[in-house]
């Protein structure tokens, strides 16, 4: 299980890391074995992130105002200890005594239900509760870190059945959520808060960060002075605000109805940026933006650091080279449609040829007169709001 306070989606693999190539060719050619291993890998990372989101899943069933969350805290408050084990398909096995209940589930009754000794059996939907005072003899073999009786029992279990088992320590005063060979200490809503409101405010200096580079890359597009340096600091700076919101989201998960004005500064911080990462990948990669979004994602934290590392894996340049955008991203912030934007490029082969043209050489191309007043103003309008650091 991934720390909390950093989700690292993947590294990449070794044959990954030595991909060479030259600047307009990202997707290269590998020998089986390369190929094999970077199939290998891709399972590995989609079994990964499968596990992950089922475990998200989770988190939100036992999000603070659910029924469940509420009789946890009130048994943490109360001072008492609890087992609750969700029901799945070899319990018989494990169980044994105990009162078969077979009611409706409520968090008052689970509460005085965890008064007595014993583990409380609920069914998978968590709509029952099924048997009360149980003893779990779930099977020695499976290892465990815990040191009390209580929680090597639910650790134990939750790995012998594959399913969910929670602790509360009245001693340690702590919720311990248990899933298949993971372990989760359910934390307090207002220290989750804070750790949210701690990495928003990470969130909030790396998007200025990005904003200052982006109004640098958009002067660098206009006046064709971009290298792939300044491509590669933008997208560093993108993929770290990714991994960030990321966080923030799993925290929004853990808080439920209390995070609702985390959740709204995340949307103000993260607005556009999806579709701003996707058409800069589209200008400098073009078909390929889609592998070279995948590698990106898939570089793990201590490389990312290095704008180097990043164009090495992107570009296959180890030294900074010019490169030209196709000049869909800064033309996408005016009127124009997509396929007249690539019109143009393709008429005056460079943003800063394509800010530069007179009426004259646009009525070559375009007869609508209407259509070409809008095209003169919009890219008026964009250029100077550009060159005095605006952002578009």
Known sequence: MADDKQIEVAVLDGNEKK?????????????????????????????????????????????????????????????MGALIVVGA????????????????FSAQRLVELAKMDGAIILDPDLKKILYSNTLLTPSSKFTTKETGTRHKAAERT???????????????????????????????????LRRAAETLQIL???????????????????TNLTTTSDVCSVLQTLENVRRISENVRRYLIELGKEGIIVSMRLKELTRNLTKERELLLKDYFGSRYSRADELLKNINFDFLLETSNISRILFGEIHDKPISPKGLRILSKTNL???????????????????????????????NEDLMNSIMRDLKNLKEKILVGKNI
Do not use: W
């Open 89 to 104: 398909e070899g319990l018989s096995e494990v169980i044994e005594g105990g009162f078969k209940i077979n009611c409706r």
């Open 158 to 192: 939750a790995k012998q059945l594959g399913t969910i088992v929670i602790a509360v320590s009245e001693r340690k005063k702590k919720i311990t959520l248990y899933f298949k060979d993971q372990i989760y200490h359910l934390e307090e809503t207002s220290e989750v």
């Open 204 to 222: 909030e200096k790396q998007k200025e960060i990005f904003n200052d580079l982006i109004s640098h890359l958009n002067v660098l597009e206009m």
């Open 19 to 79: 991909e060479n190539g030259n600047i307009n060719n990202i997707n290269m050619e590998k020998n089986g074995n390369n190929s094999n291993a970077s199939e290998s890998t891709k399972m590995r990372h989609e079994i990964a992130l499968d596990e992950e989101r089922l475990f998200l899943d989770i988190l939100k069933i036992f999000s603070p105002g659910t029924a469940i969350r509420t009789a946890l805290d009130d048994i943490l408050r109360a001072q």
């Open 337 to 367: 449609l997509e396929k007249d934007a690539k019109i143009l490029m393709n008429s005056f082969g460079g943003l800063d040829k394509v800010f530069d043209v007179d009426r004259e050489a646009l009525s070559e191309i375009f007869k």
